[in-house]
């Protein structure tokens, strides 16, 4: 099958390409038929000079012969008038050229479970901080009503002690006087 289609000519990074009539089993740079024209895309677009050159008649002959043109060579002659006509080119509609691909798609899905896992963690480490917090609260407010409770008890509580200290002293005296008294009883017998 022919096609009528761009060769790579130019030096590296300054590209200009020719428009020519080549098997499309030949490769991109290889043999041609014929050269029909020409494209510089480093021209301006609208600049003196055009960008694109056409040999209008013998590429109307070669469209006659059954060569099909590329996507980006139906562009440039559908814009040409003499061969529009002959050339009808319209704009390719895939939509899922956008979309990525099935790695790029798990990928995407495994990073999105990993935002949501960490965001499920964020969240429940807020909601115990803030349990803690109110544990806190509520422990701070109980020591604060047991320490303005507990100056009342707290004399009470000493003097507890201080009463079991005078009641141990006077028991130390009641058995003084006995062990004196047994010590007499033997001192007299």
Known sequence: MLKIRLARGGAKKRPYYYIVIADSHSPRDGK????????????????????????AD???????????????????????????????WTQGNNPKKGEPGKKAQERLAERAQREADRAEAEAQAKIEAAEAAARAKEEAAAAAAAAAA?????????????AEAEGSAEVAVEEAPAEGAAEEEKTEA
């Open 32 to 55: 041609f038929l014929e050269r029909v024209g020409t494209y510089n895309p480093m021209l301006p677009k609208d600049g003196p000079t055009p960008r694109v050159s056409l040999k």
């Open 58 to 88: 013998r590429i109307a002959e070669w469209l006659g012969k059954g060569a099909q043109p590329t996507d980006r060579v139906a562009r440039f002659l559908s814009q040409d008038e003499t061969l529009s006509a002959k050339v009808k």
């Open 150 to 162: 507990a100056p009342a008890e707290e004399p009470a509580a000493e003097e507890a002690p201080a």
